[in-house]
Each structure stands twice: as structure tokens, then as C-alpha cells.
Antibody, heavy 123, light 110 residues
Framework: EVQLLESGGGLVQPGGSLRLSCEASGFSISSYAMSWVRQAPGKGLEWVSGIGGSGSSTYYADSVKGRFTISRDNSKNTLYLQMNSLRAEDTAVYYC????????????????WGQGTLVTVSS | QSVLTQPPSASGTPGQRVTISCSGSSSNIGSNYVHWYQHLPGTAPKLLIYRNNQRPSGVPDRFSGSKSGTSASLAISGLRSEDEADYYCAAWDDSLSGRVFGGGTKLTVL
């Protein structure tokens, strides 16, 4: 069964850092692009970042560009999101998702998604 | 303010047909595929429709998608209580070089 399991969320002060992990099972992430999507309390889904299968191509939403870094360790079948200079507005449940293609593509979609991990930025 | 515009809510009675709209622009829906996701709070979002009108295996044919110009829609026929959830449209945006979502539509089965 294809599954994604996020971890690493928690409470962090404004300006702090946190690294999220997403461990995949049932498939090899080396064959697919992957993304992070978040949902702030009471808000809708917001795409955060994506990475191609080789890891050489990365994409970010303007809201996190320069503060967040997406990466992958194909040998550990794990996706990461390093979050620095965190702000209160970064408070959200963060989901990782598998894309359909090897490279991030305008045609691609997310399936499946993980259960999410909660990040709370507060003093 | 989401790039794609959806009505915040929709409702229907069991057995009815409901439609959820998603409006965008030439840089997203007008030039790229639209995908739809179903989300129950506290759970993993689920792919419902991909490439405008394709259903993944396991999704009932009560769910259908369509696209015309810069708008798309999701139709749910034979409404059931378990369809009560949040529904999101999504597409790639050429101007932003990234993915965009609609604000979500909360479907209530009366």
C-alpha cells in the first residue's frame, strides 16, 4: 500500500526553525516529484513547495521563498522541508503529497497525500 | 484571497445533484488541467478528479468534472451523507510557476 507519513511538527517561536520529514512506503520516491501543501486553521489548502525526482529542480510559493528549503533523500525514501525564519502565519497542518510524474509538471496531480503534521508558530 | 475562486458553501439533500464551480484565468485553468480533491478535516485529502474529468479507480461515477475556458466544475449526483466534506479545485499557474488551489467549498448534505 502506498503511504506517506509526516513528522517533525510542533511548537516553535517566531523566528525559529523546524524540519519536517515525510517518509514514504509502498513506492520509491526516486521515481516521482513530491510536494508540500499546508492548511492554516480555518483556511483552505495552499501549495508550499515541490521538488523533481532527481532533486535538482525545486519550486516555492512566494509566501515561503527564501525561508523554506525542500529536499529529498532517495536512499531513505524521505522528503524534507526545512523551515527557517518562521512566522505566525506559517502555523498550519503540513501535508506531503506524491505527484504523478517524475518531474514537476503543469499536468501533474497529487495522489496520495499524508495525514499531515501540525506546525504552530507562537511565543 | 485564493487564485482560483470557489463558492464557500454548497448544499443538497440526499439523492440530489449538486455542482461546485471553480473560476480562474488564462494563466491557470485556461491553459492547464484542473484537478479536484475531497478533504475531511483531520484526514488526508483525497484525489477525486484529475485532468479535468478523469476519475481515479475507486471513485464512484457519481463524481464528474468538466472544464470550459477559464472555469471548471465538479458535479456530484445521487448525493449521499458521506459526501459531506470540503472540496478543492487545483491547477498549475504559468505566471506563478506553481500550483494554485481554490479556497474550498464546504458541502453540506441536509
Amino acid at each position: 500500500e502506498v503511504q506517506l507519513l509526516e513528522s517533525g511538527g510542533g511548537l516553535v517561536q517566531p523566528g525559529g526553525s523546524l524540519r519536517l520529514s515525510c517518509e514514504a512506503s509502498g513506492f520509491s520516491i526516486s521515481s516521482y516529484a513530491m510536494s508540500w501543501v499546508r492548511q492554516a486553521p480555518g483556511k483552505g489548502l495552499e501549495w508550499v513547495s515541490g521538488i523533481g525526482g532527481s532533486g535538482s529542480s525545486t519550486y516555492y510559493a512566494d509566501s515561503v521563498k527564501g525561508r523554506f528549503t525542500i529536499s529529498r533523500d532517495n536512499s531513505k525514501n524521505t522528503l524534507y522541508l526545512q523551515m527557517n525564519s518562521l512566522r505566525a502565519e506559517d502555523t498550519a497542518v503540513y501535508y506531503c503529497a506524491k505527484e504523478y510524474y517524475y518531474d514537476t509538471s503543469a499536468s501533474s496531480w497529487f495522489d496520495p497525500w499524508g495525514q499531515g503534521t501540525l506546525v504552530t508558530v507562537s511565543s | 484571497q485564493s487564485v482560483l475562486t470557489q463558492p464557500p458553501s454548497a448544499s443538497g439533500t440526499p439523492g440530489q445533484r449538486v455542482t461546485i464551480s471553480c473560476s480562474g484565468s488564462s494563466s491557470n485553468i485556461g491553459s492547464n488541467y484542473v484537478h479536484w480533491y475531497q478533504h475531511l478535516p483531520g484526514t488526508a485529502p483525497k484525489l477525486l478528479i484529475y485532468r479535468n474529468n478523469q476519475r481515479p479507480s475507486g471513485v464512484p461515477d457519481r463524481f464528474s468534472g468538466s472544464k470550459s475556458g477559464t472555469s471548471a466544475s465538479l458535479a456530484i449526483s445521487g448525493l449521499r451523507s458521506e459526501d459531506e466534506a470540503d472540496y478543492y479545485c487545483a491547477a498549475w499557474d504559468d505566471s506563478l510557476s506553481g500550483r494554485v488551489f481554490g479556497g474550498g467549498t464546504k458541502l453540506t448534505v441536509l
